[in-house]
């Protein structure tokens, strides 16, 4: 019984295929001419990809020449905006310095001015005192002197 399925299995497997290729042509003159057609139009096609790839590359070698720059222009930028900081430093220690100096000048004037008066002051003080007294004494003597009386009254120190 084994051998009859095997046999049985052999001609369903075989007679298809004996079948398909009974009335065919295999393989024509003009199936070549074609399937050479395809291979130049698949070459081309090849060609154009790899052309594309190296535009691509190029492209990408831009792109990176590109980013170069970039890096070159940021690291300028860095370089210009540590020079504003110095010079933003040295501005602010200038004005701090020109402010303390104008202070500490108007102090001085200050001062020196409160130092210079002084001493007139005390002398204007000491000349009026002085005057004060004169007065009195001129008038003290004016009480017993008339003609001293009536010179003090016309130059009206006396009323």
């Not at 002084?118 to 204007?124: D, F, M, N, T, V």
């Not at 005057?131 to 009254?153: D, G, N, Q, T, V």
């Given at each position: 019984m084994n051998y009859i399925t095997y046999l049985f299995l052999f001609l369903l497997i075989l007679l298809p295929v004996h079948g398909s290729f009974a009335g065919e042509v295999p393989y024509t003159l003009e199936d070549r001419d074609r399937l050479i057609r395809v291979e130049a139009k698949v070459e081309q096609i090849d060609k154009r990809l790899d052309q594309v790839d190296k535009r691509f590359e190029q492209i990408d070698k831009r792109f990176e020449q590109v980013d170069k720059r970039f890096e070159q222009i940021d690291k300028r930028f860095e370089m210009v905006d540590s020079r504003i900081g110095r010079l933003e430093s040295v501005m602010m220690w200038?004005?701090?310095?020109?402010?303390?100096?104008?202070?500490?000048?108007?102090?001085?004037?200050?001062?020196?001015?409160?130092?210079?008066?002084?001493?007139?002051?005390?002398?204007?003080?000491?000349?009026?005192?002085?005057?004060?007294?004169?007065?009195?004494?001129?008038?003290?003597?004016?009480?017993?002197?008339?003609?001293?009386?009536?010179?003090?009254?016309?130059?009206?120190?006396?009323?």
């Open positions: 200038g004005f701090g310095l020109l402010f303390t100096t104008m202070v500490g000048l108007v102090g001085f004037v200050l001062w020196d001015r409160r130092t210079a008066l002084a001493p007139a002051i005390k002398e204007s003080k000491e000349l009026r005192e002085r005057e004060e007294r004169i007065e009195r004494a001129l008038r003290e003597f004016a009480e017993k002197e008339p003609r001293l009386a009536e010179a003090l009254r016309h130059a009206n120190l006396m009323s």
